[in-house]
C-alpha cells in the first residue's frame, strides 16, 4: 500500500465520504490539534503545497494567508507575497496583506496559487442546509474519492451508500469492505476470503458539514466553507435543482480529498458476501 496510513486514513475518510452517527471500527484520523480558524466573516478557500496546507481568507481588500503542516502547526519564516506584494507575518502561520480587485495571487518563489474570491459573497448556510436535507432523503449514492497525504501518495476508493446503514467500497489495490447495520466483511483482495466482524451501525446517508464557519457562495451554484469540526477548508459545486453535491473538494491537516457524486437514488443493492 502506497500509504503506510492508508488503512486508518480511509476509515476516517468514511465520515468525511457522507457518513455519520456511530462509527464503530471506522473512526475520525487523528490530528494535532491546530489553531486555524479563518477571520470571522471573510470568504475563504485553500490549496495543497506539498504535504502543507496555505488557506486563504479574503474580507473587503485584505487577504489573510494560513499555512500549516500535516501536523496542523503554523509554517512560519515564509516569504510569501499576494498580488504582488510582500506578506506580513500576522501569527502563527499567518501572513496577511493589502489585495487586488479581481483574482487573488499568492505566490512563493517559482509557485503560485490563484484564488477566485470575491471580495464579499452571500451566505451559504441555506444552500448548505438544503444539501443536507436532500442528501438526507437520498436511498443510494455513489461516490469516487481520491484522497492524497502528499505529492504522489494517494488512493482512489470508489464506495456505494445505501440508506440507512449500508455501504461497500474498494480501494485501489484490491483492498473491499462490506458493512450492513452491526456486521461488517472485509478482504485485502479479490482473491482473499471475507473476514466478518462486528461493526457499530453507520448513518451513511449524511454529509459531514457539521461545525461550518465562513460559509459563502463564491460563484453560481459553488459554495466555500472551513468546518471547526475536520479542521478543514471545503469547496464544493452543487446541483442547482437538486441541492445535492456533484464535486467536493478537502483541504486538511495531512489530507487532500477530492470527491464525486453520482447514481442518486439509482436502484442499488448491498448484500452480505
Given amino acids: 500500500m502506497r500509504l503506510a496510513v492508508s488503512a486508518a486514513i480511509l476509515a476516517g475518510t468514511l465520515l468525511l465520504a457522507g457518513c455519520g452517527g456511530g462509527s464503530g471500527s471506522l ?3 487523528k490530528i494535532a490539534p491546530a ?3 479563518p477571520p470571522a466573516g471573510a470568504v475563504v478557500d485553500a490549496r495543497q503545497w506539498g504535504t502543507r496546507d496555505l488557506g486563504l481568507a479574503r474580507n473587503g481588500d485584505t487577504a489573510t494567508v494560513t499555512v500549516v503542516d500535516d501536523q496542523g ?3 512560519d519564516g515564509l516569504s510569501l507575497r499576494i498580488d504582488g506584494r510582500v506578506a506580513a507575518p500576522c501569527g502563527s502561520g499567518c501572513y496577511r496583506s493589502r489585495t487586488a480587485a479581481g483574482t487573488v495571487v499568492v505566490a512563493s518563489g517559482a509557485s503560485s ?3 477566485a474570491l470575491p471580495r464579499s459573497a452571500p451566505s451559504a448556510r441555506p ?5 443536507q436535507r436532500a442528501y438526507t432523503r437520498l436511498q443510494s449514492v455513489r461516490l469516487r474519492q481520491q484522497l492524497d497525504s502528499g505529492p504522489g501518495v494517494g488512493i482512489e476508493t470508489r464506495f456505494l451508500f445505501v440508506a440507512p446503514d ?3 467500497y474498494t480501494i485501489s489495490g484490491g483492498t473491499e469492505a462490506v458493512v450492513i447495520g452491526n456486521r461488517r466483511w472485509d478482504r485485502s483482495s479479490p482473491k482473499d476470503p471475507w ?3 462486528a461493526q457499530q451501525p453507520v448513518r451513511v446517508m449524511h454529509l459531514p458539514w457539521d461545525r461550518v464557519t465562513n460559509a459563502h457562495v463564491i460563484a453560481p451554484n459553488t459554495i466555500t466553507f472551513f468546518d471547526l469540526n475536520a479542521r478543514a477548508w471545503f469547496w464544493a459545486v452543487l446541483d442547482p435543482k437538486s441541492s445535492l453535491p456533484s464535486t467536493e473538494r478537502m483541504t486538511g491537516i495531512g489530507h487532500f480529498m477530492v470527491n464525486r457524486y453520482s447514481g442518486f437514488d439509482a436502484p442499488a443493492t448491498i448484500a452480505a458476501p
Fill in 113 to 115: 496559487w490563484r484564488f
Fill in 35 to 37: 489553531t486555524v480558524s
Fill in 27 to 29: 473512526p475520525l484520523p
Fill in 195 to 197: 473476514a466478518r466482524s
Fill in 166 to 168: 449500508r455501504l461497500r
Fill in 73 to 75: 502547526h503554523g509554517v
Fill in 127 to 131: 444552500a448548505i442546509a438544503a444539501a
